[in-house]
């Protein structure tokens, strides 16, 4: 009763958003965590969460979010190793719609997969707010070797980026080529794991980098491999990430990111 009172309290405040952007004066919405609008193009049965330190896209027939749009700084960077892994259904979304705890029992042994962040929780140790990266809207299974390689090597490098700067925007994604057979082995909802992931680093002032990182891809990758075109993201994404755009993107962070 209680997740079904907060998802209609959460539907009602996106509607009053939404009659608002749309009224005689009318007024753009902003989430702090998306830079130049968050991504359109998302299936319109999906569910829009906005939490404290991010907001996302949930699937209803994947169980995983489409997008996660999060905002880096240096206040919110904090150390992880101490902070328990205390893992829960999103409370925004109904049972049908997201995975449960449960869902996830033998994949780590079985599927060789860990519960991989996209909204990584050592960007935010340095707040209060950390648990809410343990929501399992926010996570996917992803294979070790991505996991603890390349993705976990590009999030230490862009909080170090974030430290310097200041702030960093993130979106990341999934890809779903069709030919995944992989699937949590206690898990009693249907669901479709991503066979690929897609992230873009962004500054403010309009530069950023994009990657498209394979489900399969080994411990040793380099990331600054994985560096493809913000056009080919959106092309196999089917989204448009920075919607209010205008002369964007204005350069790369490449070499800010040591690449």
Not at 42 to 67: C, G, R, Y
Not at 71 to 86: A, E, F, K, W
Request: glycine share 6%.
């Amino acid at each position: 009763m209680m997740k079904r009172f907060r998802k209609l309290i959460s539907a009602l405040l996106l509607l009053h958003l939404l009659l608002i952007k749309h009224a005689a004066i009318a007024q753009e919405v902003h989430i702090v965590h998306c830079l130049e609008g968050c991504p359109e193009g998302a299936t319109e049965t999906n569910d829009l969460v906005v939490s404290h330190l991010f907001a996302l896209s949930s699937n209803n027939v994947t169980k995983f979010a489409d997008w996660v749009a999060y905002l880096v700084t240096s206040q919110t960077i904090g150390t992880s190793d101490s902070l328990n892994r205390t893992w829960k259904a999103d409370p925004y979304l109904e049972d049908d719609e997201t995975l449960e705890p449960n869902d996830y029992k033998s994949a780590s042994a079985n599927l060789d997969v860990d519960r991989g962040h996209q909204a990584p929780l050592a960007s935010f140790a340095g707040t209060v707010f950390w648990r809410e990266t343990n929501y399992l809207s926010n996570i996917t299974p992803q294979r070790k070797p991505l996991n603890q390689g390349s993705w976990k090597n590009l999030e230490a490098v862009v909080r170090d980026y974030a430290y310097a700067a200041g702030q960093a925007y993130i979106l990341t994604g999934l890809l779903y080529d069709g030919n995944n057979s992989m699937v949590l082995p206690k898990a009693d909802e249907s669901h479709l794991v991503p066979t690929a992931y897609w992230k873009v680093v962004a500054s403010r002032n309009g530069n950023l980098t994009a990657f498209i990182f394979d489900q399969g891809l080994e411990r040793k990758a380099d990331y600054c491999d994985q560096i493809v075109t913000l056009r080919e993201v959106e092309l196999r994404s089917g989204l448009d990430l920075f919607p209010r755009r205008t002369d964007f993107p204005k350069g790369n962070l490449n070499s800010h990111l040591s690449c």
